[in-house]
């Protein structure tokens, strides 16, 4: 039920009870006078809910409208096992990709299948751009390292559309990477963007039941559940309710929520989790290293903060213009469309170069068949 609908049967209801209290004409005439705000409120919101149903022009084909996600009380959600779905984005009539994507077992994007002699293994993790969207199975970047390392790497992509680095360290705590890989950990890449400190932060709408995790005074950071849990900051079960209620208007959201900005609380939030993961990580499969490729280019500060949060870690950090150092000079040549500015297969073969030579100093393997 959209919060436009509320406003109306709220509306609905003073009209109603205004006709019951129509003998006590003061009561009435207030409940009529509400019932006009309250309608004019409707409109208002309808016309916002409508503005964001539209969008930026794009919208989205194939079987992977039919359903491709779950819900996933470690992670928040998750796509499904064993699926094979399609997904075309198109702009107006034109299309700006048509791809297939593919999961294994465990849910995971497939990579390249090793050699039999492969002990140790890869773990990526990321967001939409590890996960490969609007690039075909065999396109994105972990697949194309699966390929070039499948001599000496298992490699598994945690990343999925939508996650951060709350994602990676609900995964990596609760046991789920131990779990899924059957190998030996070695290398751990994960590939942040700065806007990962606003997912961590519970700040979209689409992560609405993703791990919450909060900052201790020593760095440290440790889960609160989810974020569709009750805050335990919050005065009480009727103030969590009231702000989730808020939340899910448009006027609130245009006039009066959180802006979409990150602050400095948020990348401390950020690196804690970042520091933590690469700490858990080194813990549990000893020897192993941890990278981050970090997203830099036009939020500078931000990445600055980053970096000085993470200074002395154990996280090594190069940026993403390390690997593909003329991306913002020839942006049209790496991204998908002007409508859609994910990478496209140009960008993660770069990236994949770039780890493969740099990060794991892997020499290029002959191609691998998909598992």
Not at 17 to 46: H, M
Not at 58 to 83: C, K
Request: hydrophobic content about 40%; overall charge neutral; glycine content about 8%.
């Amino acid at each position: 039920m959209t919060f436009s609908i509320v406003l109306l049967i709220i509306a609905l209801g003073l009209v109603l009870l205004a006709w019951i209290l129509k003998q006590r004409r003061t009561w009435a005439y207030v409940c009529v006078n509400l019932a006009a705000v309250v309608g004019a409120l409707t409109l208002f919101e309808f016309y916002l809910e409508h503005q964001q149903a539209e969008g930026d022009g794009t919208r989205l084909e194939g079987s992977i409208t039919d359903g491709f996600t779950h819900r996933d009380d470690v992670l928040g959600y998750a796509p499904r096992a064993n699926a094979r779905v399609t997904a075309r984005k198109l702009y107006g009539d034109s299309p700006i990709y048509d791809v297939v994507y593919t999961t294994n077992a465990e849910g995971l994007r497939v990579t390249a299948a090793p050699a039999a002699a492969a002990k140790e293994c890869i773990v990526f993790f990321g967001d939409s751009i590890t996960f490969g969207e609007g690039v075909g199975d065999e396109q994105n970047f972990p697949f194309l390292v699966s390929q070039k390392a499948a001599d000496r790497y298992v490699t598994y992509n945690f990343g999925f559309s939508g996650y951060g680095a709350h994602q990676m360290l609900a995964a990596l705590q609760s046991g789920r990477v131990g779990q899924t890989v059957q190998c030996t950990p070695k290398h751990f890449v994960y590939l942040g963007i700065p806007d990962h400190a606003a997912r961590a932060a519970g700040l979209d709408p689409w992560d609405t039941h993703g791990p919450r995790f909060r900052l201790r005074p020593d760095g440290s950071v440790v889960q609160q559940g989810h974020f569709d849990d009750p805050d335990p900051r919050a005065n009480g079960w009727i103030a969590a309710w009231a702000g989730k209620a808020l939340a899910s208007s448009a006027i609130w959201q245009k006039f009066f929520s959180r802006p979409y900005r990150i602050d400095a609380q948020d990348i401390a939030l950020l690196d804690g989790i970042v520091r933590q993961s690469a700490r858990v990580a080194q813990e549990r499969f000893p020897g192993s290293v941890f990278d981050m490729v970090l997203w830099n280019g036009g939020n500078d500060d931000e990445v600055r903060l980053i970096e000085k949060g993470l200074a002395g870690s154990g996280v090594r950090v190069s940026h993403m213009t390390d690997a593909v150092p003329d991306f913002y000079d020839r942006s049209g040549k790496y991204v998908l469309s002007p409508h859609d500015r994910h990478p496209n297969a140009t960008w993660h073969r770069t990236m994949a170069d770039y780890i493969s030579r740099h990060l794991l100093k892997e020499p290029p393997a002959p191609p691998a068949t998909t598992r």
